[in-house]
DNA sequence: GCAAAAGTGTTCCAGATACACCCATGT
DNA sequence: ACATGGGTGTATCTGGAACACTTTTGC
């Protein structure tokens, strides 16, 4: 038992896990096992450990439900509605992650639970507040594509420019001219191309680009 | 005593309290009356009650240091590194607050600490990890200017373009031609004349402009 | 009349937008 | 040869930046 002279609220991190599938913009979301909220869906999450950092409780969550490590990972707002938690005080830390398409490998459920991506259109209903989490992850992103180059944590190594305008246009939500966004996102210069092709299909084939700092995103006017 | 199967860590907020006075940007300390970093400077914080929401202690914080309510204050960031403060595992929600240069009245220090506003050039040595949050908030408040109509929270109810553009080239330390600031700032349609005019010195009267949604902020352009 | 801040318009440039045709490939 | 997606250039528009003189007042 841990005793405390004031009451301590919990505290734990939530983590809204993106990627693009199938030409849509998902995330993951786990089934409930235990109460409150049993079989509802929610964001994956849990308690920061007491020698854990914030941000490395974010990780470990988005290890074990996801097997990766080293993505894309930002602190998004802390929730802490006195009620949002039926059984005590919990204020919980909520980041968001951005997961390249092709590194999506999900673990064998850890502890029985249910796993999947959902598309953003077609979210179940979901525990505690997690919808108002997820609302305010989405639209963080959306605003930082205006801002910054947070969209390339979306590519796997490799990608054509065809491949990041249709990252740009699922999350956008708009169609955009394929020579502008080409002359836009090469002025950036924050992608380069790897010297490759990609041969596929019944077309030309494609130059293969790389982003020149991965990891980094940056600010751009 | 509180007992819990689980460690919980502590749970305070802190807020930095940005004004605009004798021309710079100043922000309110409070001095340390106990132990740890006795005698240190640190932002005005305190533990979040059990049955309160953060920004509601936030506000509570807020009030308690400036006598203030009603202004604008917005979520930073949640700090939580595991050793951050000596005596036990304490997050901290940090908040910032812009308060019109015209509402400042210091409390009476409510427990026998010194308060003052200091210039951000001046800041002394910080408690904790106040610095830190300190620069972030510092970071997102001239960010804010470019694409929001934050900078008008520091304004009273009635002021000048010229005031205005006071508040914007103290921020972004940086002076604007006259002709094009008043262009844009009316552009935004974000601000009204009230009709009035301030006759002050040997020279031609100001007229006066109010903001039309006051206490919200716009994102812009 | 003079000092001091308020008020006001035009030109220029850069970045964004709109828009259509040829290229390389697989079948 | 044809269907498919990849690749490229120019004209136009628009918002931001640069820039100087007149107005109103108090002394």
């Known amino acids: 038992m841990y005793q405390y002279e004031h009451p301590h609220p919990a505290l734990t991190t939530d983590v809204v896990i993106f990627t693009i599938r199938d030409k849509q913009l998902k995330l993951l979301l ?53 009620d949002r938690d039926p059984r005590e005080r919990v204020i919980t830390v909520a980041y968001y992650a951005l997961i390249p ?64 305008q249709d990252v740009y246009e699922i999350i956008l939500r708009e169609e955009m001219d394929r020579r502008n966004f080409r002359k836009w996102v090469l002025a950036l210069e924050q992608i380069e191309e790897t010297g490759e092709e990609r041969r596929e299909g019944a077309h030309r084939p494609a130059k293969l680009y790389r982003v020149i700092h991965p990891g980094k995103v940056e600010i751009i006017k």
């Open 30 to 82: 786990i089934m409930r096992a235990g109460e409150p909220y049993k079989g509802k869906w929610a964001l994956p999450g849990g308690f920061v450990q007491q020698d854990e950092d914030l941000e490395a409780g974010a990780r470990r969550e988005l290890a074990e439900e996801t097997g990766i490590a080293g993505v894309y990972l930002e602190q998004l707002y802390t929730f802490g509605a006195v």
């Open 101 to 164: 398409s092709d590194k999506i490998v999900l673990q064998a459920a850890t502890d029985a639970e249910a796993v999947g991506w959902f598309s953003l259109d077609e979210l179940p209903e979901l525990a505690f507040d997690h919808q108002g989490i997820v609302d305010m992850a989405h639209e963080r992103l959306v605003a930082k594509l205006d801002y910054s180059t947070i969209a390339f944590q979306f590519m796997p190594e490799e990608f054509t420019l065809s491949e990041l």
